[in-house]
């Protein structure tokens, strides 16, 4: 076969592109789900691990944010999302639910230290400066040091969310037909692995390229916004 054959073959035979245009959906709708669910938890899991006695000792919170991180960024994510398919979702067929679950708990314990890294970096002072207002810490964290630490993590964050993109690949072990898995089953149909894992390798690439760039102006922006 000629390579315009086997274009034609996996993408305008039957309307292939269609299948391929549901498995972008898919792919996209898990990770977004997943982003928002992973900046719920790794906000609340930043301000645990930042939380100590006044004696300056971990508290609770603290021990229980550093063992989730842990065991989070210790085992793989594919296992994660089979624990979740298998284990504590087994009764569930709902499989962008049970996705988004797991990359969103996932992506939660790397957001926390996004999170945590930026509140870190905006100089103590500006605590200090706060609580000499009258603020009482939490008001000062919220009003004053939190809103200096959102510059500092949409950057890392947006990365974040591209990273949590092409880690989708893997949710067709949970069933579910994403842009990677409607490749593979294209490719079973037309006895050709190239032009339809190609074809899939570039709609990654054009998605993420989308992101990057976009991800490149905010950062401008934001840049101009401190020179002012």
């Given at each position: 076969m000629t390579l315009n054959e086997r274009f034609i073959a996996a993408f305008v035979t039957s309307d292939r592109w269609k299948l391929y245009l549901g498995g972008l959906g898919i792919t996209l709708e898990v990770a977004v789900f997943s982003a928002l669910l992973g900046l719920l938890i790794g906000n609340v899991l930043a301000l645990m691990k930042l939380s100590y006695k006044e004696d300056g000792k971990p508290t609770v919170f603290n021990y229980i944010a550093s063992v989730y991180i842990d065991v989070i960024r210790g085992t793989p994510s594919v296992l994660q999302l089979l624990i979740m398919w298998f284990i504590i979702m087994a009764s569930s067929n709902n499989g962008i639910l049970v996705a988004s679950l797991s990359f969103g708990i996932n992506s939660g314990a790397y957001v926390a230290e996004i999170v945590r890294g930026g509140i870190l970096a905006v100089d103590k002072g500006q605590m200090e400066a706060g609580r000499s207002l009258g603020l009482s810490k939490?008001?000062?964290?919220?009003?004053?040091?939190?809103?200096?630490?959102?510059?500092?993590?949409?950057?890392?964050?947006?990365?974040?969310?591209?990273?949590?993109?092409?880690?989708?690949?893997?949710?067709?072990?949970?069933?579910?037909?994403?842009?990677?898995?409607?490749?593979?089953?294209?490719?079973?149909?037309?006895?050709?692995?190239?032009?339809?894992?190609?074809?899939?390798?570039?709609?990654?690439?054009?998605?993420?390229?989308?992101?990057?760039?976009?991800?490149g102006k905010l950062e401008r922006r934001m840049r101009k916004s401190d020179n002012r």
């Open positions: 939490a008001a000062t964290m919220r009003y004053i040091v939190l809103p200096q630490a959102f510059k500092n993590v949409i950057p890392p964050l947006g990365n974040e969310f591209i990273t949590l993109i092409k880690e989708t690949a893997i949710v067709g072990y949970v069933s579910l037909a994403d842009l990677t898995r409607v490749a593979n089953q294209i490719a079973s149909r037309t006895y050709d692995a190239f032009m339809p894992l190609i074809g899939a390798a570039v709609i990654y690439f054009v998605i993420i390229k989308i992101l990057t760039i976009l991800l």
